[in-house]
């Protein structure tokens, strides 16, 4: 169950419960979420978002660059940052605004996880890197009425990133790597690197690379 709060930057998940069946009366987890920016306590990490007008009214949602998921069993939380539009801000023209990548960015993209116990104390962390690249269109897209065009964006290549902390602060890393076909956005590569220099490759074939 989900507990939603309402504020002046729209609705948003407050609490959520889960319980092993319908009959249970205790969840088995529960979690609490925040929205505020992490390095300002009570300022909100909400980024509105305006694409057009429609009947005279704007067109808008909200993307929040700062999610905290605090777990209400172990004391621990979860930090989660996400990359918002303005990341790749819209380009003045005329007669239209162009927006690049907004179909990925609207709905929020992932940019760090961080992983903490009760005593604050990291414990892991994961940090992505993206190359985006548009669809090879003529043509744009118009968002909402027309007040801004774009080309749909997709991730040819996702990299990260992953830490684990022992009580020292050191960390063990891996890297990882996505690569996918410019042709019909299939998998086409998986490579894990870690601490030790050890690395770990993944090549995918399709029916059309067998002929």
């Not at 909400?46 to 704007?58: C, D, L, R, T, V």
């Not at 009760?118 to 994961?126: F, H, P, V, Y």
């Not at 997709?154 to 684990?164: F, G, N, P, Y």
Request: without cysteine.
């Amino acid at each position: 169950t989900n507990a939603l709060v309402e504020s002046d930057l729209g609705v948003r998940i407050e609490s959520s419960k889960y319980f092993e069946n319908f009959s249970s009366q205790t969840p088995a987890k529960f979690e609490k979420f925040a929205y505020d920016k992490f390095d300002d306590a009570n300022s909100s990490s909400g980024e509105s978002i305006e694409e057009g007008m429609n009947m005279g009214y704007p067109i808008q949602s909200i993307v929040y660059k700062n999610v905290k998921v605090l777990n209400g069993d172990t004391g621990g939380y979860t930090k989660y940052y996400y990359k918002a539009p303005s990341a790749y801000p819209a380009q003045t023209g005329s007669p239209y605004r162009y927006w690049p990548n907004i179909n990925i960015t609207k709905d929020g993209l992932i940019d760090k996880q961080e992983v903490y116990n009760a005593g604050n104390q990291l414990l892991t962390s994961e940090n992505y890197d993206y190359t985006i690249a548009e669809m090879n269109v003529p043509n744009y897209v118009p968002l909402a009425d027309g007040d801004y065009e774009t080309k749909t964006a997709w991730i040819k290549e996702q990299r990260a990133t992953s830490k684990v902390f022992d009580q020292n602060a050191r960390a063990v890393t891996t890297s990882s790597e996505t690569i996918r076909s410019a042709d019909d956005f299939n998998l086409v590569t998986e490579k894990a690197t870690h601490s030790d220099g050890s690395t770990q490759e993944t090549t995918y074939k399709y029916a059309k690379d067998k002929n």
